[in-house]
């Protein structure tokens, strides 16, 4: 069991920064290619980035590249996703979300290939 908690979301204009948070408990947090998505309102979860378990491999959507970047620091269990040059569009919960080392592939761009989510955090971008 992987517990996932979120934090760093909020309030922000156009054009500034937020970095979010991830801090995983539980079992090994190296076992786990670590990934971000959102949700809008009345929209399905989506895809953002995607980081492997040691950090060397990251795949992030075009929409988002080049603005988000996504790391981890496996000695302190997090998973970070720094937001710059925010667009209203950004406006969702934000999940982070947990892939085995196990699974075929290691990356999926689909909620079903992640085992464990955190509860989210709101990110709210005004213009």
Not at 57 to 66: A, H, M, R
């Amino acid at each position: 069991q992987v517990q996932l908690v979120e934090s760093g979301g909020g309030l922000v204009q156009a054009g500034g920064s937020l970095r979010l948070s991830c801090a995983a408990s539980g079992r090994s947090f190296s076992n786990y290619h670590m990934a971000w998505f959102r949700q809008a309102a009345g929209k399905e979860r989506e895809f953002v980035s995607i980081i492997s378990w040691n950090g060397d491999n990251t795949y992030t959507v075009d929409s988002v590249k080049g603005r988000f970047t996504i790391s981890r620091d496996n000695a302190k269990n997090t998973v970070y996703l720094q937001m710059n040059s925010l667009k209203t569009e950004d406006t969702a919960v934000y999940y982070c979300a947990a892939r085995s080392v196990r699974s075929v592939g290691w990356y999926s761009l689909s909620v079903e290939g992640y085992r464990y989510w955190g509860q989210g955090t709101q990110v709210t971008v005004s213009s």
